[in-house]
């Protein structure tokens, strides 16, 4: 069974930097793209960032570049989601989600997210 | 940017009704369309992806069909587990983008 869990959510003040983690099991990880998608409370989704298997390829939503940067450790199926310099309005819940190739972009399994709180 | 025009915004529906939500693309995405199912408090489940297909294990009364800039989402016969908020997603190119989404509710 495809499992993916998310850690590393909390609340941070404007400017400060946090760290979420997502724990893969259940698939080959190394095969597969990786995904961080966010939903602002009460909004839709957004999506963030993504990575190939290999990481040759990562792609970042303008909203984001140059203060996130998304990484994977395939040998210990596990993706990040490094967040600096955070804003008011990066608070949402962000799931990570697997894709069958960084081209074939459907998310078939999402984890249940970890919110994510930026305030003073 | 694409940008992914979905109607309505919200509907009321019954057990038992037909169901069909638009998605309208700014720009010809051919089939690259997927169609996601969340319920409150729950992530995303994929429901449809490129368009018509039906994912492994999700019921058949949901279809999706269309290409191109228009796309139609439907249900056949709405059961009760079905009220949620559905979206539209586009994968032509990037940024990846989602539709505003459709709340259906009873």
């Known amino acids: 069974e495809v499992q993916l869990v998310e850690s590393g959510g909390g609340l941070v003040k404007p400017g400060g930097s946090l760290r979420l983690s997502c724990a893969a099991s259940?698939?080959?990880?190394?095969?597969?793209?990786m995904h961080w998608v966010r939903q602002a409370p009460g909004k839709g989704l957004e999506w963030v960032s993504s990575?190939?298997?290999?990481?040759?390829?990562?792609y970042y939503a303008d909203s984001v570049k140059g203060r996130f940067t998304i990484s994977r450790d395939n040998a210990a199926n596990s993706l990040y989601l490094q967040m600096n310099s955070l804003r008011a309005e990066d608070t949402a819940v962000y799931y990570c989600?697997?894709?069958?190739?960084?081209?074939?972009?459907?998310?078939?399994?999402w984890g249940q997210g970890t919110l994510v709180t930026v305030s003073s | 940017d694409i940008q992914m025009t979905q109607s309505p915004s919200s509907l009321s529906a019954s057990v038992g009704d037909r169901v069909t939500i638009t998605c309208l693309a700014s720009?010809?995405?051919?089939?690259?369309l997927n169609w996601y199912q969340q319920k409150p408090g729950k992530a995303p489940k994929l429901l449809i992806y490129d368009a018509s297909n039906l994912e492994t294990g999700v019921p058949s009364r949901f279809s999706g069909s269309g290409s191109g800039t228009d796309f139609t989402f439907t249900i056949s016969s709405l059961q009760p587990e079905d009220f949620a908020t559905y979206y539209c997603?586009?994968?032509?190119?990037?940024?990846?983008?989602f539709g505003g989404g459709t709340k259906v509710e009873i």
């Open positions: 990575i190939s298997g290999s990481s040759d390829y990562i």
């Open positions: 259940g698939f080959t990880f190394s095969r597969n793209s």
């Open positions: 989600a697997r894709a069958p190739s960084i081209t074939t972009l459907f998310f078939q399994h």
């Open positions: 997603q586009q994968y032509d190119d990037l940024p990846l983008t």
């Open positions: 720009q010809d995405i051919s089939n690259y």
